[in-house]
Nanobody, 121 residues
């Protein structure tokens, strides 16, 4: 029983900022990599950014210099600071975690339910 819950989405004007959070809870032994993905309307889901357990990061070219991914290992929480938002950033943003389940003692990928980000005037 693992739960990933995103929060912080909403409606923002172009050029504005939002900070997304992803809180992981339940039967977790250890979280390895985490990442943010997004699915714009009518498009496929795409990778936004990833972060390892020791803080190494990767970003999609479209968000480099504008978005910052981070995590607090003590809280099992990941964040995405989004600045200089553009209309094309509009999407449902999903949290993903590669972790070891403490009940099954198996590694697996888990997804949150998603949070809507809308960038519009």
């Amino acid at each position: 029983q693992v739960q990933l819950v995103e929060s912080g989405g909403g409606l923002v004007q172009p050029g504005g900022s939002l900070r997304l959070s992803c809180a992981a809870s339940g039967s977790i032994f250890r979280i390895n990599s985490m990442g943010w993905y997004r699915q714009p309307p009518g498009k496929q889901r795409e990778l936004v950014a990833t972060i390892t357990s020791v803080g190494s990061t990767n970003y999609a070219d479209s968000v480099k210099g504008r978005f910052t991914i981070s995590r607090d290992n003590a809280k099992n929480t990941m964040y995405l600071q989004m600045n200089s938002l553009k209309p094309e950033d509009t999407a449902v943003y999903y949290c993903n975690a590669d972790l070891i389940n403490s009940n099954t003692i198996r590694r697996g990928a888990y997804w949150g339910q998603g949070t809507q980000v809308t960038v519009s005037s």
